[in-house]
């Protein structure tokens, strides 16, 4: 994981970053507004003058902060839905799918989620699968293309039902959605700009 990637993802906009999990050093910064990220937060600076004229920073070949950038007063902790695109791009996947599962369950409408289920007849809409639990009883899950903690909408047409083994992969970014989706009965309507947010994003 990257300075850059991480200004991208979490659209910060500056004009360079440095990641490093310590942050107690770094290459130095060449062009503002800048971020120098550690493993929970960031620091920002808006100008040349002030990061050059930090009272923190000790500036060499290397820059060096004595206890880390989590000591500057104007250091930022990580949103949680901050922290949950941070730790898939670090690839700690099963932190990322806690914070996730447990920020989406609280902010979705269940009603929606039935409806979804039920207009897909509890199929996956990657794979096709089915999992009967018992006589006309079946499990299935719903996935938002573009997630709640990306800004995505609780939306139908944010929707598939998708089975456990695929929601994993789509929530860990791992696999693409590519169309037509592959089991689709009544022609739910999927808003192609999520798939494309979704699909941009995959590892
Ligand atoms: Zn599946």
Not at 25 to 33: A, E, G, K, N, Q
Not at 92 to 106: N, Q
Not at 114 to 122: H, M, P, R, S, T
Request: with cysteine.
């Amino acid at each position: 994981m990257t300075g850059n990637q991480l200004n991208n993802r979490l659209n910060l906009n500056a004009q360079s970053a440095r990641y490093r999990k310590t942050g107690d050093w770094y290459h130095p910064l060449v062009s503002f507004p800048a971020i120098l990220f550690d493993q929970n937060g960031y620091v920002r600076f808006e100008t040349e003058f002030e990061y050059s004229t930090h009272p923190q920073i000790q500036f060499g070949q290397d820059i060096h902060i004595n206890g880390g950038i989590q000591t500057f007063p104007s250091y930022t902790e990580f949103t949680t839905e901050e922290n949950i695109i941070v730790d898939l791009l670090r690839k700690d996947y099963e932190s990322a799918l806690r914070v996730l599962r447990e920020y989406s369950t609280y902010r979705r409408n269940q009603s929606l989620v039935l409806q979804v289920k039920e207009i897909f007849n509890n199929s996956c809409a990657l794979c096709e699968t089915t999992i009967q639990i018992s006589e006309n009883k079946y499990y299935s899950e719903v996935h938002h293309i573009k997630p709640l903690y990306e800004n995505g909408p609780d939306d139908m047409d944010n929707m598939i039902c998708v089975c456990p083994n695929c929601h994993v992969k789509l929530d860990l970014k791992l696999i693409r959605i590519d169309i037509p989706i592959q089991y689709n009965p009544n022609n739910h309507f999927i808003n192609q700009d999520f798939i494309d947010y979704h699909n941009n994003n995959v590892a």
